[in-house]
């Protein structure tokens, strides 16, 4: 049995989803969700093996929400009006995506390609979409309490590693979320994110002040008044790119 979780902004594209899968065998509709922030939560706690995604919608669009979603993935099969997305943001073929309005037949035949395979293809694809996307992820996805919820990426003051703990700092509270800091540095925005050291990345409008320090090392102080120490070998990384310089084209 395949369950499948329909995510679209329309009641309407939702239902006609439903209708689509009535006939085809071994399918368990489990969930729906009608944006992205919602999507993320259900996806979570249902752990559906495979999820309709539509793309444009309010919150997080499709792309957003399945760069939010923790491993493993589930497979997902984009929907989306506009052929343009498809072409933009996909190499054909590496996930499957419908236009809008889903045919039965098409819709049949990407489930039966995904979901009977060994689905190396369809998560590879996943992947390689979502490796484009990295530095243009607007959203995290974060622990509160027993759920989950999603913090835009300017709302971050700083992410810190505290005892094998990932902890997403804002101005006015703290939250867990479970990639580690490397994984962070390859997803972030670099032109808003700086990692200062092994244990800490700030977001490069929230330093007020670099306080140089004995040994070669400093401190950046947050608007937060937040202070945290920088690395010796980051420290001219750090000065060159709150100067607007960057540091590649620099020892290139």
């Given amino acids: 049995m395949i369950r499948v979780m329909l995510v679209d902004d329309e009641q309407a594209a939702r239902e006609r989803l439903r209708q689509l899968l009535g006939p085809i065998p071994n399918?368990?509709?489990?969930?729906?969700?009608?944006?992205?922030?919602?999507?993320?939560?259900?996806?979570?706690?249902?752990?559906?093996?495979?999820?309709?995604?539509?793309?444009?919608?309010?919150?997080?669009?499709?792309?957003?929400?399945?760069?939010?979603?923790?491993?493993?993935?589930?497979?997902?099969?984009?929907?989306?009006?506009?052929?343009?997305?498809?072409?933009?943001?996909?190499?054909?073929?590496?996930?499957?995506?419908?236009?809008?309005?889903?045919?039965?037949?098409?819709?049949?035949?990407?489930?039966?390609?995904?979901?009977?395979?060994?689905?190396?293809?369809?998560?590879?694809?996943?992947?390689?979409?979502?490796?484009?996307?990295?530095?243009?992820?607007?959203?995290?996805?974060?622990?509160?309490?027993?759920?989950?919820?999603?913090?835009?990426?300017?709302?971050?003051?700083?992410?810190?590693?505290?005892?094998?703990?990932t902890r997403l700092c804002t101005a006015d509270r703290a939250y867990l979320l479970d990639p580690t800091l490397n994984d962070l540095e390859q997803r972030l925005d670099p032109a808003l994110f700086f990692r200062v050291s092994r244990a800490a990345i700030v977001n490069l409008n929230c330093i007020t002040e670099v306080v140089p320090l004995i040994g070669g090392v400093a401190e950046v102080v947050l608007n937060t008044g937040v202070r945290l120490e920088v690395s010796r070998r980051r420290v001219k990384d750090l000065l060159q790119r709150l100067g607007g310089e960057d540091p590649a084209r620099e020892t290139s």
Avoid: W
């Fill in 27 to 165: 399918i368990e509709i489990v969930g729906e969700a009608a944006d992205g922030e919602q999507a993320i939560e259900r996806i979570v706690e249902l752990r559906p093996d495979l999820v309709l995604l539509d793309i444009q919608m309010p919150g997080c669009t499709g792309l957003e929400v399945a760069a939010c979603l923790p491993a493993p993935r589930p497979r997902i099969i984009f929907c989306t009006a506009f052929d343009q997305y498809a072409v933009e943001a996909f190499e054909l073929h590496a996930v499957d995506y419908l236009l809008k309005p889903v045919n039965r037949v098409r819709l049949a035949r990407s489930i039966e390609r995904i979901c009977q395979g060994d689905g190396s293809e369809a998560c590879g694809g996943v992947e390689r979409i979502l490796t484009t996307l990295r530095s243009r992820t607007t959203r995290l996805l974060v622990r509160c309490g027993e759920g989950y919820r999603v913090i835009p990426q300017q709302d971050v003051v700083y992410f810190v590693s505290d005892a094998g703990l």
